[in-house]
Every structure is written in structure tokens, then in C-alpha cells.
């Protein structure tokens, strides 16, 4: 079973910057990302990269927000920059096994911006 271990939530406020890491045990993986959910809305893809370093983003993030991963270490970031309220969710790691439909969740890290 593959687990994944999400870190670098918190409270912060407008402006601000975090960064969240999740670190995935044991495989090799193909995309990895990062989705979020707030307070009565469904979850969303906020980015997600390949294995070879593709990015795609979120438009309400872009330009703000930057996934990164190190493959020697399984191993997915994001950092959140210029934070805004609206940025307050939980944030879910995502990953896909290499050559499978395979997909596993991280536990959720809280997210939240007020000042």
C-alpha cells in the first residue's frame, strides 16, 4: 500500500507564503499533484506535474502557486505565494503509479488565510 505523508499546512495571512511537501513511499510515480477543497465546494486540481517536469495550473493559482518534485525522494511540492482568502481550503496530495490508473491521496494538510 503506498502512503503518502502531506506536511507544511498552517495559518497565515494575506500575502503570505507556505510550503507543502508530500512525500510518497515505495514506487515509482507518473503525475503527481495537488488538489484542494473548501468549505462547501467540491475538490479541485490546483497543479500537477510529470515525471519529466510538465506543470500545469490551476488559472486561479497561476502565477502564484509552483509544484516541484525530487523523483530520488518520491517526493511533490508546492509552494504558495502572494496567499489570498479565497486560497483557505485543505490540500490533498495526489499521486498515479507509474504504467497503472493507480491513484493514492494524501491525508490533507489545512490551509487556512485570514488576517
Known amino acids: 500500500q503506498v502512503q503518502l505523508v502531506e506536511s507544511g499546512g498552517g495559518l497565515v495571512q494575506p500575502g503570505g507564503s507556505l510550503r507543502l511537501s508530500c512525500a510518497a513511499s515505495?514506487?515509482?510515480?507518473?503525475?503527481m499533484g495537488w488538489y484542494r477543497q473548501a468549505p462547501g465546494k467540491e475538490r479541485e486540481l490546483v497543479a500537477a506535474?510529470?515525471?519529466?517536469?510538465?506543470?500545469n495550473y490551476a488559472a486561479s493559482v497561476k502565477g502564484r502557486f509552483t509544484i516541484s518534485r525530487d523523483n530520488g525522494k518520491n517526493t511533490v511540492y508546492l509552494q504558495m505565494n502572494s496567499l489570498k482568502l479565497e486560497d483557505t481550503a485543505v490540500y490533498y496530495c495526489?499521486?498515479?503509479?507509474?504504467?497503472?490508473?493507480?491513484?493514492?491521496w494524501g491525508q490533507g494538510t489545512q490551509v487556512t488565510v485570514s488576517s
Open positions: 495526489n499521486v498515479k503509479i507509474m504504467f497503472t490508473f493507480q491513484n493514492y
Open positions: 515505495g514506487r515509482s510515480f507518473a503525475t
Open positions: 506535474i510529470t515525471r519529466d517536469g510538465s506543470t
